[in-house]
């Protein structure tokens, strides 16, 4: 009996481990992006700091 390539299989449907790592990559930058506008968005201007913000967390 002969043996072909002990030890791998044959690529999954999402392809190469590389292209695979490549998406998933490409996915999480897009989520931190969106992540990081939806803060900027939360965040008030610069010049419309109300008094006392400074003491929200305590």
Same mark, same amino acid.
């Given at each position: 009996?002969?043996?072909?390539? #002990?030890? @791998?299989?044959? #690529?999954? @449907? ?8 490549? +998406? ?10 969106? &992540? +990081?506008? +939806?803060?900027?968005?939360? &965040? #008030?201007? +610069?010049?419309? *700091?109300? #008094?006392? &913000? *400074? !003491? !929200?967390?305590?």
């Amino acid at each position: 009996m002969e043996r072909r390539n #002990p030890g @791998k299989t044959s #690529p999954a @449907k999402g392809g190469t481990r590389e292209e695979r790592l490549k +998406a998933a990559l490409k996915a999480n930058m897009a989520r931190r992006k969106a &992540q +990081a506008r +939806a803060r900027a968005a939360q &965040q #008030p201007a +610069a010049g419309d *700091d109300a #008094p006392g &913000q *400074d !003491q !929200q967390n305590e």
